[in-house]
């Protein structure tokens, strides 16, 4: 089966850094997507690691341990405008096709 | 470079009727999956086109189904609506199906809402 845990909601202050991680058990497994979603809004791409380590871009950064089935979002230089949910998924390639199988989100609060 | 478009943004119906929900792919991207997000959760897989087949399909009832047209836009269809169809409904589009293509692009999503 697929199952893909996150926490429901984290608080964190305008300026610090905060991590989301995110655990998995998947078959098929062909990579690890972080997607930003603000309120109403569609989801939009933020990292993908296919490999171990950390990808960086920016603010954002992104790691993997696909022998702990574990991954974290690192979010630094906390802005306002970084409150939304963030959506961990991974690429199930088991049944021949692209599919991302999400987690629930991790729903994020910046404040002043 | 043209976005993921769809329509109806939202939409209201009643248990029973049936919806269609229309999107347009991005340029240059020839794959269109649809994705339903209920409220408070991650989006679920519904189902996948290529080339104006079905190649894949979540756990989501026959009464779901689909479309790909020529030109790559896809429509999602929903028969005799149930309450439990009130969601955001997301396209994304990507190009081809190779283990190394990477990130779906999401259209603002179509919200439906049954009474």
């Known amino acids: 089966g697929q199952n893909i845990d996150q926490p429901t909601e984290m608080t964190a202050t305008e300026g610090a850094i905060v991590q989301i991680n995110c655990t998995y058990q998947t078959s098929g497994f062909n990579g690890l997507f972080w997607y930003q979603q603000h309120a109403g809004e569609a989801p939009t791409f933020l990292s993908y690691n296919v490999l171990d380590g950390l990808e960086e871009k920016g603010r954002f950064s992104s790691f993997l341990s696909r022998s702990k089935g574990y991954s974290y979002l690192l979010l630094k230089e906390l802005q306002m405008k970084d409150s939304a949910s963030y959506l961990c998924a991974v690429r199930d390639m088991n049944t021949g096709f692209q599919k991302l199988v999400f987690g629930t989100g991790t729903r994020l609060l910046v404040s002043p | 470079e043209t976005g993921v478009t769809q329509s109806p943004t939202h939409l209201i119906k009643t248990r029973g009727q049936q919806v269609t929900l229309r999107c347009s792919s991005q340029s240059g991207h020839n794959t269109v999956s649809w994705y339903q997000q209920a409220l408070g959760q991650g989006p679920q897989f519904i189902f996948q086109y290529y080339r104006e087949e079905e190649n894949g399909r979540g756990n989501f009832p026959p009464r779901f189904s689909g479309l790909q047209f020529p030109n790559y836009s896809s429509e999602l269809n929903v028969n005799a609506l149930e309450l439990d169809d009130s969601a955001l409904y997301l396209c994304?589009?990507?190009?081809?199906?190779?283990?190394?293509?990477?990130?779906?692009?999401f259209g603002e999503g179509s919200r439906l809402t049954v009474l």
């Open positions: 994304a589009s990507s190009y081809g199906q190779s283990r190394n293509t990477g990130e779906l692009f």
